[in-house]
């Protein structure tokens, strides 16, 4: 298996330019997570997903972000208009079934530079 | 509600030394725990995770852990770090059925081997 696999693994992009991220989990999986890290705030959790359904979006920061999913195997998160406060890199994980117990797959990750 | 602590942010040690990295957690009940590794530029890996039975979980790369109950711990431990050990390791928890698949990420910790 490929593993997750997340696009563009770098963007660079003006203040007030939409930014998409894309990322398609592992076959199978059927929860998908959205995790942004800086070294201000760390790991953070944006939103899940399970069964493509949006479960909690709580740590989304703001109206500017959306994610969706259309299908199983690919997920957006989109943030328009961005802001240099937006500047992190942009992890997608996935994993099977429904229990705590189970392991999350992290993809390399998105580098997002916002000018 | 849920939360798992790193008291260490950044810890250095000499190739060879051994190697405790602390983690603390709250919850209510018997938690899954996990360690997960970060090498620069990459993905969170898993190193190790707890469920139930024998307290003590090996690992890959040599690392282990051991889950305390009655000190909501489980540290992770490695007898001779490895110049390639350099990196951040995150401790997590996760709970059961019917959470889809949510983890808790603590701060992390930033590992530096000495030559």
């Known amino acids: 298996d490929a593993g997750v696999i997340q696009s563009p693994r770098h963007e660079v992009t003006e203040m007030g330019q939409e930014v998409t991220l894309r990322c398609k989990p592992i076959?199978?999986?059927?929860?998908l997570f959205w995790y942004r890290q800086t070294m201000m705030r760390g790991l953070e959790l944006l939103i899940y997903?399970?069964?493509?359904?949006?479960?909690?979006d709580s740590g989304m920061p703001e109206d500017r972000f959306s994610a969706k999913m259309p299908n199983a195997s690919f997920s957006t998160l989109k943030i328009q208009p961005s802001e240099p406060r937006d500047s992190a890199v942009y992890f997608c994980?996935?994993?099977?079934?429904?229990?705590?117990?189970?392991?999350?797959?992290f993809g390399p990750g998105t580098r997002l530079t916002v000018l | 509600a849920q939360s798992v602590t790193q008291p260490d942010i950044h810890i250095t040690v000499s190739e060879g030394a051994s190697l405790e990295l602390r983690c603390n957690y709250s919850?209510?009940?018997?938690?899954?725990l996990f360690w997960y590794v970060q090498s620069p530029g990459q993905g969170l890996q898993l190193l190790l995770k707890?469920?139930?039975?024998?307290?003590l979980v090996q690992g890959i790369k040599g690392f282990e852990a051991e889950f305390k109950r009655s000190q909501s711990s489980f540290n992770l431990r490695k007898p001779s770090v490895h110049w390639s050990d350099a990196a951040e390791y995150f401790c997590?928890?996760?709970?059961?059925?019917?959470?889809?698949?949510?983890?808790?990420f603590g701060q992390g910790t930033t590992l530096q081997v000495k030559p």
């Open positions: 994980a996935s994993t099977s079934g429904t229990s705590g117990g189970n392991e999350q797959f």
């Open positions: 076959s199978g999986h059927n929860s």
């Open positions: 997903f399970n069964n493509n359904v949006p479960i909690d």
């Open positions: 919850y209510g009940a018997t938690p899954y």
């Open positions: 707890y469920f139930s039975g024998d307290t």
């Open positions: 997590a928890v996760g709970h059961g059925s019917g959470n889809t698949g949510k983890l808790i």
